[in-house]
């Protein structure tokens, strides 16, 4: 679970959302079984892909936030907090004080604690 802050919805019909996290605001669609609104939550961030491209980052802090390009993808930033050695490609990060849960199929040349970047579709 990660505390965000619903701030507007953007098209209530597609039930798109804008939050704010930390000190970075990005957006995502809502899924939960009540209506959503504007205020602090405690939500599940879902990547409902794996993610197959991701890189390491030298320095800074872990974050969401959004780049400006038209699809408006949202990039995490986390610190690898815990994978198994086995086959299994699910990889816990930390994102300020909350772990999320995501799945990298190709972790090779990652380590505990470093941080890594990625997009979510």
């Known amino acids: 679970m990660i505390r965000v802050e619903i701030v507007p919805v953007l098209a209530p019909a597609e039930v798109l959302v804008r939050f704010r996290s930390g000190s970075a605001f990005a957006s995502g669609r809502w899924m939960g079984s009540s209506p959503v609104n504007v205020g602090q939550l405690d939500v ?8 197959v491209e991701w890189m390491t980052v030298r320095s800074g802090d872990t974050s ?11 990039i995490l930033t986390g610190q690898v907090v815990r994978f198994d050695d086995g086959d299994d490609s699910i990889i816990e990060i930390r994102v300020g004080s909350d772990i999320l849960l995501i799945e990298i199929p190709d972790r090779r040349d990652m380590a505990r604690g470093e941080l890594i970047s990625f997009r979510g579709p």
Request: hydrophobic letters at 25%.
């Open 44 to 51: 599940e961030i879902e990547i409902p892909e794996e993610v």
């Open 64 to 74: 969401l936030s959004e780049t400006a390009e038209t699809e408006s993808d949202t």
